[in-house]
């Protein structure tokens, strides 16, 4: 009998000094990928991958999540880096998928290895898998990957279609002058398949890199023809919150099959409905996406603390969440790259 089986009880809550319920825990179970894309990896004399010692265990992240989920947490998504590079990560899916309280369960992955993992992924427990893809031209997905192949991620995609590992999302970074042009494209090829595509807006991922330069408001996008063409935006003024921002529509495509997703964490901040938490390979656990703020769950966890002490070091990492979130607009990037972070 799993843990789920024996789950009678309500789940507690968690909530931060300003009300919000935090029940969501992204865990990067990586800070190695397979691919070098420009607006996430730094450059090699910037970014030394962490020692095998640096990063938690599958017990030890498992023995976080767990405490986790009997605070409140019910949904919980592997990252990376690229989450399949890390040997045996369908043992840590297994384990979390039988822990009480866990309701969602979903990775995040570049695809590249997802031909060879899906199903195992599917058998050990995962619910449903997002999947990195920028562009759908090989020569441009090579230099926006640092080299990567376009062809296994296709096939990983299909697999992941095959297997049932649903419902599947594409999340395409929207690039001004490198992929704007082919939106239109992912939308027929999301619906196609009969699966989502979302478009995010260009972030400060890493230090270094003119974000500005390549950034495109969603809002900009939704008024071009080709978007109207295939995506239902009547559904748009729907969406508006009390605070006449957007955090992200998610439409029916015109065709009937597939939706497209439009994400805007820069032009429409959405801080004030934020439930995540995020835990990094090296043991960081961080409740702001660009807050450099966080507690070290590692040395507590090898120096042998009780539940009740990882437990207060959660709820320290739960007060230091701030009520909006400031990306550092002045000086490009910020401390710790999204790879370092996770996604």
Request: overall charge neutral; glycine content about 8%; some cysteine.
């Amino acid at each position: 009998m799993s843990e789920k089986d024996n789950d009678n009880k309500a789940s507690p809550v968690i909530t931060d000094r300003f009300g919000r319920t935090l029940n969501y825990l992204r865990v990067s179970v990586t800070d190695r990928c397979n691919h070098r894309c420009t607006y996430c990896a730094p450059s090699e004399d910037k970014f030394a991958q962490k020692k095998r010692a640096e990063i938690l265990s599958f017990q030890e992240i498992a023995r976080v999540v767990r405490l986790m989920a009997d605070l409140g947490v019910t949904k919980v998504r592997l990252t990376g880096g690229e989450p399949l590079v890390r040997k045996d990560i369908e043992k840590l899916v297994g384990w979390i998928a039988e822990m009480r309280g866990i309701e969602d369960l979903a990775m995040t992955t570049n695809a590249t290895l997802l031909r060879k993992y899906a199903g195992l992924l599917k058998e050990n427990g995962l619910g449903r898998i997002n999947i990195s893809i920028d562009t759908l031209d090989p020569e441009r997905f090579r230099m926006v990957t640092g080299g990567g192949e376009l062809k296994p991620v296709l096939e990983g995609i299909d697999e992941a279609i095959k297997v049932g590992l649903a419902p599947i999302k594409l999340n395409t970074v929207i690039m001004k002058g490198v992929n704007d042009h082919e939106l239109a494209s992912m939308i027929d090829f999301a619906g196609e398949r009969g699966i989502t595509v979302r478009f995010i807006e260009f972030m400060p991922m890493r230090e270094g890199v003119d974000w500005k330069k390549f950034y495109l408001p969603v809002e900009d996008v939704l008024k071009r023809d080709d978007i109207r063409e295939r995506v239902d935006t009547s559904a748009v003024a729907e969406k508006i919150d009390a605070k006449n921002k957007v955090a992200a529509y998610s439409l029916p495509l015109l065709n009937g099959k597939g939706k497209a997703g439009f994400i805007s964490p820069m032009s429409n901040r959405f801080c004030d409905a934020c439930n995540r938490l995020r835990l990094t390979s090296d043991g960081r656990l961080r409740s702001c996406l660009p807050a450099d703020m966080d507690v070290d769950m590692r040395a507590a966890l090898r120096d042998n603390a009780s539940d009740e002490n990882l437990i207060a070091l959660i709820k320290k990492a739960v007060l230091l969440k701030p009520e909006e979130g400031e990306y550092n607009y002045e000086e490009d990037g910020r401390q710790r790259s999204m790879i370092d972070i996770g996604g």
